[in-house]
């Protein structure tokens, strides 16, 4: 194989088209580091295991659904433990920090990487960065983490360690885990997030320091490029029902009841779609990737008389993202932002409630009964489910493997089903979204027999748009 790295990317071409977008190792730029021999060989846990250790060349595809002909395309190196190590245990000064909105699992990534560098590699020295990740490196606010101390945390929402967000001060917090003597970084946060540890493993590599920078990918939303899913999202999805469930018994217990329901999703609408594809008590469901009107023929209104008329009730799911721009010209925070740089946005719940109460006062045709509910903060607070807990435990011993191992400036996230190391920079790149061309997003519209408020042209155009964009930026293929 070839070689070509670069400060942005390090990337490893092969026969047939295989090209490996490998991730950053403290090697790259301080040669003739010593290795140690993994001491997981000796762990009574890993006994039962015939492979101990992933080999130095296995990757994971990004793409599974190919062509006869088609090139192997991009890979990810696999996650896992190495047979050398760049760190004696009693060296490593570890750090855990969690950025960003609340999530389910927050704790159990926790508490996952305490016990794997305790438990599989011997490492006794990890601190937690208390609360605010700002306010945490620059006060040495710190929170001594012990196996002990975090047995239990997996059981409780939140985060014990705080969280925060906003921008930071790059240099300040390099000079402070300079200063603490820590080598091993573990950031918890969504893209954001990301993006600032990219920021500070360039800082710390300018510096030539040994000093590890690795990220767990945390969205509710879901919306972070290339990993299959983020962890909190099957429990997004699941508490959901709740709501929807809530929504369909008020609705259908008055006359031309409508159930509102208004779930999480700022620019990508994954859990209104699942939390409706799930429950099947939805008629409709409006995400930020698929634009609807409300007046006229085959719109919104239209719609929801049609179902009053038909069925007696309804009920609506609604992405917060949905819908923002019929409220551009009233919105005063159209283009202002939160402190981690994210638009402003007006409860779009609320406002279009208001819109159907309206517009059906206005028609005077029948009286309708509308119930509005928004879940969100509930769906955010509560701990992981046991599929969210499964998977935060595969990702915090992913992560540390591949820190101990000396990799750096990584995410460590679920491709293809299987644990990879992601570089940053495509971590970084775009959000991921909702495809409304795509197979999941139809049998959505075949599930709740909504109309796509789209015309069979628009949806013919967006349909050749994405397909030569797909092609030319060699994106993931459709949902099968």
């Known amino acids: 194989m070839e070689s070509n790295g670069i400060s942005e990317s390090k990337i490893v071409t092969g026969d047939y088209g295989y090209v490996l977008q490998d991730v950053p190792h403290l090697t790259d730029y301080i040669p003739d580091l010593p290795t140690y021999s ?11 295991v015939k492979q101990y250790f992933v080999h130095v060349d296995d990757s994971v595809p990004q793409k599974i659904v190919v062509h006869k002909d088609s090139p192997r395309g991009i890979h990810f190196r696999r996650a896992g433990p190495r047979q050398k190590i760049y760190f004696e245990p009693d060296e490593v000064r570890a750090c ?11 704790n159990t990534v926790i508490r996952e990487i305490v016990y794997s560098l305790y438990h ?4 006794t020295r990890v601190l ?7 306010q945490g490196f620059y006060a040495r606010n710190t929170i001594p983490l012990t196996p002990k101390v975090v047995n239990d945390i997996h059981k409780r929402g939140g985060t014990i360690l705080g969280t925060s967000r906003g921008g930071h001060d790059t240099s300040k917090i390099v000079h402070s885990i300079q200063d603490r003597g820590i080598n091993q970084v573990y950031i918890i946060g969504g893209d954001g997030t990301q993006k600032g540890a990219s920021v500070i493993f360039e800082e710390i590599r300018r510096r030539g320091l040994k000093v590890v920078v690795a990220g767990i990918p945390k969205t509710i939303d879901n919306d972070i490029p290339v990993i299959d899913k983020s962890f909190g999202f099957d429990t997004a999805v699941e508490e959901a029902q709740r709501a929807i469930n809530a929504a ?5 217990s008055i006359e031309n009841g409508i159930g509102l329901v208004k779930l999480m999703g700022r620019y990508s609408g994954f859990i209104a779609m699942y939390a409706t594809l799930a429950s099947r008590d939805v008629d409709c469901c409006l995400i930020p990737e698929s634009p609807f009107y409300l007046d006229g023929k085959g719109g919104l209104f239209e719609y929801i008389e049609k179902q009053l008329k038909e069925n007696g009730h309804m009920v609506i799911v609604l992405a917060e993202g949905a819908g923002q721009e ?4 009233s919105m005063q925070s159209m283009n202002h932002q939160d402190a981690s740089g994210n638009k402003l946005l007006q409860d779009v719940g609320l406002w279009i409630s208001q819109s159907i109460k309206d517009h059906f006062s206005r028609q005077k045709k029948m009286t309708i009964n509308l119930k509005y509910i928004d879940p969100t903060y509930m769906i955010r607070a509560v701990p992981g489910n046991a599929s969210d807990n499964v998977y935060c435990t595969l990702l915090a011993q992913s992560v540390v493997h591949g820190a101990m191992a000396g990799y750096t400036g990584f995410t460590s996230g679920l ?4 644990q990879t190391y992601i570089p940053f920079y495509r971590i970084n790149e775009k959000q991921h979204q909702v495809v409304i061309t795509d197979r999941m997003w139809a049998r959505l519209l075949s599930s709740t027999n909504q109309p796509s408020f789209i015309s069979q042209k628009e949806g013919s155009e967006d349909g050749e748009e994405n397909n030569i964009s797909g092609e030319m930026k060699n994106e993931e293929p459709a949902t099968p």
Do not use: F, K
């Open 96 to 106: 855990i920090v969690t950025c960003g909105g609340l999530c389910p699992g927050l």
């Open 120 to 123: 599989m590699y011997g490492v």
């Open 326 to 329: 019929l409220l551009s010209a």
């Open 248 to 252: 369909h018994v008020e609705a259908e």
């Open 38 to 48: 993994n001491p997981l060989q000796d762990n009574p846990a890993y006994s039962v």
């Open 415 to 418: 491709v293809n089903g299987r």
């Open 128 to 134: 937690g960065i208390d609360v605010r990740w700002l």
